[in-house]
């Protein structure tokens, strides 16, 4: 194999491992974040139910059907 060989192998497998790098800081954050909220969401989803029970102003079933829409 030639110098021009090997740095060009060299470079693609650079830009290679560069993808692989923005793919897990940026797209794997996402995802991360993402599930954060979701977990989040459902926690104030569970805190609200529990409210509205002790109310028992509510039909809590049509409240439940609502939130999981």
């Known amino acids: 194999m030639s110098q021009l060989d090997l ?7 650079l830009g ?13 954050d996402i995802i991360i974040k993402y599930f954060y909220i979701e977990q989040f969401r459902n926690k104030q ?9 002790e109310k028992k102003d509510i039909n809590i079933n049509i409240v439940k059907k609502i939130l999981n829409n």
């Open 45 to 53: 989803k569970i805190i609200l139910i529990n409210k509205l029970e």
């Open 7 to 13: 740095s060009l192998a060299l470079s693609q497998l």
């Open 16 to 28: 290679l491992f560069l993808i692989l790098y923005i793919y897990y800081i940026f797209i794997n």
